[in-house]
Structures are given as C-alpha cells and as structure tokens.
C-alpha cells in the first residue's frame, strides 16, 4: 500500500492479557518507530529500528513491552499483562531518511485496558 | 524527557486571520520538523527545517528557526476551518559522539481552532 498500515485500529483488552500490534511500513523504508500517545499528550518514543541495526530499545517503559521487526518491515509491538496504565494510542512511522524527509505515521492503534 | 515544547497550548482563532505557534527546545539539533494530527490519530508530516537554515515557506506554512534562541514558529496564514488540528514541533536531537540519534522527540502540541 501507499502509507503505513496499523492493524488493529483499535483493540480493547482486559487487564492481564497480552496483546500483539501490527504496523506495516512503507515498502523500502529502512527506519521504522513506535510512539504511544495518551489522551491529550505529546508522542512518548518506544522503539526505533533502523535496517539491520541493532534496535534503540531505550524508550520501552518496562520489559513488559517488546517488538520485532522480521525482515526489515513488518513489525509487531507485544505489550504482555496489559495494566491499564498501557491504555494509549500506538503509532506507528516509517521513514527512508528521516534527517531529510521526516515521518509517515500510520493512523494508530487505540488500546484500551479494562 | 521532553524536548520541545509548544507555546500556546491552545489557540482559537477566525477563519482568515493568522496562527502563530511556537517551540521551544533544549538541545542542538540537526533538524526540527512540524506535524499536523487531526482527531487524535496518525500525524502528518508538514515541514523540515534544518539547523543552518532560518526560514522556510510551503503553500501557506512559514517556519522559522533560530538556533541561538533554540525556538522556532510556526505561521498559518489565511487560516480555514480545514487547519483545525493539534500541532506539534518534533527535534531531531544532534549527539556529537554518537553521529546523532535519528529519533524525533516531540513537545506536547498546540490545539489550534479555526472558527468559521
């Protein structure tokens, strides 16, 4: 497709379960973000890969959350015993130089922990 | 932590009349980059501007950066209904020893109404 796909676009969970998020890059685009988002708050960064970098774990708050990304574009974001506090949108972005060109954001995936 | 922050944090304004908002940022830079998010979902991607740069104009954005102030704004002229959104600043901090971290930190956005 044209843009960076998320799926689901919105997921709701209760709390204790695990919940796996999607995000299809843009083909060719070697940079791929995750980025949460609570209510009426600027983008907190989660996780940031790079081709076959090692990936820029530094944003994920605890080690209940984890992704991958198999062979260089499809990445899956795992948040494992969902507490409530994990309720935020979950963006997505994927760039092919973002020092020259910035971001394309998928549309997100809005989770709710009940 | 948070590294540009916008100023105001909500703007309400007439269809016609201009919107002025404003970042500003703690740390050198390599570029600073201007997002556009409708109804809390995806952001779109309006301007870049570099660090050795200090203005740039698309269609009826104008961005100005000054790297002493470590500030930038963000000028819609002729605003419509249509610019209603949250608009947020995002830096792509400049780490010396590392080469740079080509990770966007972003402020917390300004909510612009546009009112007919």
């Known amino acids: 497709g044209a843009g960076v796909s998320q799926s689901p676009s919105n997921k709701v969970t209760e709390k204790g379960k695990d919940v796996e998020l999607r995000c299809d890059p843009i083909?060719?685009?070697?940079?791929l973000y995750w980025y949460r988002q609570s209510l009426g708050q600027g983008l907190e960064f989660l996780i940031y890969?790079?081709?076959?970098?090692?990936?820029?774990k530094s944003g994920l708050p605890s080690d209940r959350f984890s992704a991958e990304r198999t062979g260089g574009s499809v990445s899956t974001l795992t948040i494992q015993r969902t507490q409530q506090e994990d309720s935020a949108v979950y963006l997505c972005?994927?760039?092919?130089?973002?020092?020259?060109?910035?971001?394309?954001f998928g549309s997100g995936t809005r989770l709710t922990v009940v | 932590s948070q590294q540009g922050e916008e100023d105001p944090q909500a703007l309400s304004i007439q269809e016609g009349e201009n919107a002025t908002m404003n970042c500003s940022y703690k740390?050198?830079?390599?570029?600073l980059q201007w997002y556009r998010q409708n109804s809390g979902r995806g952001l779109v991607h309006l301007i870049l501007?570099?660090?050795?740069?200090r203005e740039k104009h698309s269609g009826r954005l104008r961005v100005t950066l000054d790297t002493s102030k470590k500030s930038s704004s963000l000028l819609i002229t002729a605003s419509r209904a249509a610019d209603t959104a949250s608009y947020f600043c995002a830096t792509d901090t400049l780490h010396i020893t590392q080469g740079g971290s080509e990770k966007l930190v972003f402020g917390k956005g300004t909510k612009l109404t546009v009112n007919p």
């Open positions: 083909s060719g685009h070697t940079a």
């Open positions: 972005a994927s760039s092919f130089s973002p020092r020259n060109y910035g971001y394309t």
């Open positions: 501007i570099r660090s050795n740069e």
């Open positions: 890969f790079q081709g076959n970098s090692a990936p820029d």
């Open positions: 740390t050198s830079i390599n570029n």
